[in-house]
């Protein structure tokens, strides 16, 4: 006689898809800049924008507030999270220890069809640099995603989409228009490097541009201009189905 498996097959929840959904759309807005530094995120207004339950607007505040880019505060609403300087200092000296484990491990190991990837990226970004700076700075980002993404380190990939959506966020906070102009260049410089396999070249570089993005980007505080949460958020609803 067949014993069969009885054990039912776990699916994600509609409630999991939806928190995903808008976890992903109000990330994109907050490192987009549609939402700036401080801005007031209560439950019940980021619910009806997306048309969602508190419970899960706050799952999803839960999850954006251990990236760094929601911070919360006993008996207080949250927000979208203003780094101090000195804060903002340690995330990029984080992070440019992070990079260099990713170019070490990825020089003289890219794939032909990795390196392709990269670059058709890095066209997208030419496009997007003298149209929209908060585009620009998605795209910059993303590239560093992509580079960890090709680690295969999870660990790594996860600390690296990390720290990259906290830089986003500085740069939004402290950065004057295009502070990431010429981070194109460099991103074509750096896999041209790992190609060839001249680590030392690709870490020498990595480090400079990071240092370069963070001299451009920790500049002084700009005032956001205060604007209805609902109208912020319109944009992006679609997104999260």
């Not at 995903?20 to 980021?46: C, F, H, M, N």
């Not at 992070?95 to 070490?104: A, F, P, S």
């Not at 620009?136 to 790594?156: K, P």
């Not at 920790?218 to 201009?225: E, F, I, Q, S, V």
């Amino acid at each position: 006689m067949t014993i069969q498996n009885s054990l039912p097959i776990k699916r994600p929840s509609r409630a999991g898809n939806l928190a995903d959904g808008v976890y992903q759309a109000l990330r994109r807005a907050i490192i987009e800049q549609a939402l700036a530094p401080g801005t007031k995120l209560p439950e019940d207004s980021v619910g009806e924008s997306f048309g969602v339950s508190r419970t899960v607007v706050r799952s999803v505040l839960g999850r954006l507030t251990v990236e760094g880019l929601v911070s919360q505060q006993p008996n207080k609403r949250a927000a979208v999270a203003s780094p101090s300087i000195g804060e903002a200092r340690g995330v990029f000296q984080v992070r440019r220890g992070l990079e260099r484990t990713v170019i070490e491990t990825l020089a003289g190991r890219l794939t032909l069809a990795q390196a392709e990837k990269l670059r058709t990226h890095v066209a997208a970004e030419e496009q997007a640099q003298n149209r929209d700076g908060p585009e620009s700075i998605r795209l910059a980002g993303e590239f560093h995603a992509l580079l960890a993404d090709m680690t295969g380190n999870e660990l790594l990939i996860r600390y690296v989409a990390e720290v990259t959506s906290r830089c986003s966020l500085i740069l939004a906070l402290y950065g004057r228009p295009h502070s990431s102009e010429c981070a194109v260049n460099e991103h074509q410089m750096i896999i041209d490097a790992l190609v060839r396999g001249d680590e030392a070249t690709a870490v020498r570089i990595m480090d400079e541009h990071l240092m370069a993005v963070a001299t451009r980007g920790l500049l002084d505080l700009k005032p956001a201009r205060e604007r209805d949460l609902k109208d912020l958020l319109s944009g992006y609803r679609a997104a999260a189905k």
